[in-house]
């Protein structure tokens, strides 16, 4: 069977960044989970959503994904700097990351830079701006079920349920 919208794709992947470095990856040292989704709901960036478009079990494929068609461009926009005294009291760290809730919805910012007076937030996907190297062995394909479609109802693009996003 081909990966065509509303299939269930399992796959092992390898993500990099442009210098090489792994990102992320479904094979760790001990073994790994290899990560299944809805193909065609947005569940995984666009660009290596179209590019598995038309596969089938077994195959195996390199693809480069340029920011726009993987976690966005990078928008100073979403950097703000606020008062530290919006926040509680206690430990605050660069790299930390929460959901914040406003106007436009929830998004996750990450703590960005922080001095004695101000904290810099980033709304930002860590990944944005980054041209994405995927290498992924497609591992099976098959029709989606009504309850495969409720389970996966959270339509997140590159999220495992995490909530991170």
């Known amino acids: 069977m081909q990966i065509a919208t509303r299939t269930i794709v399992t796959l ?6 442009a ?4 990102l992320d990856s479904s094979e760790g040292p001990e073994g790994g989970e290899p ?13 290596l959503e179209e590019a598995l478009l038309g596969k089938s079990a077994g195959d195996h494929i390199k693809v480069t994904v340029p920011p726009e068609s993987g976690y966005g461009v990078r928008r100073e926009s979403l950097v703000q ?9 206690g430990d605050i ?5 929460f959901r914040s809730h406003g106007p436009h919805g929830a998004s996750m910012l990450t703590v960005a830079a922080l001095d004695e007076d101000t904290v810099t ?3 930002n996907h860590p990944l944005a701006g980054e041209t994405l190297n995927f290498e992924v062995k497609v591992v099976s394909v098959r ?20 909530g991170q996003h």
């Open 35 to 47: 990560l299944s989704y809805v193909h065609g709901l947005g569940m995984i960036v666009r660009g």
């Open 93 to 97: 760290e660069v790299g930390m990351r």
């Open 81 to 89: 700097k606020v008062s530290r005294d919006e926040f509680p009291d």
């Open 12 to 17: 092992h992947y390898t993500l990099t960044d």
């Open 19 to 22: 210098k090489g470095e792994i």
């Open 121 to 123: 937030l980033d709304g």
């Open 143 to 162: 029709e989606a079920t009504e309850q495969d479609l409720l389970g996966f109802g959270h339509n997140c693009a590159g999220c495992r349920g995490c």
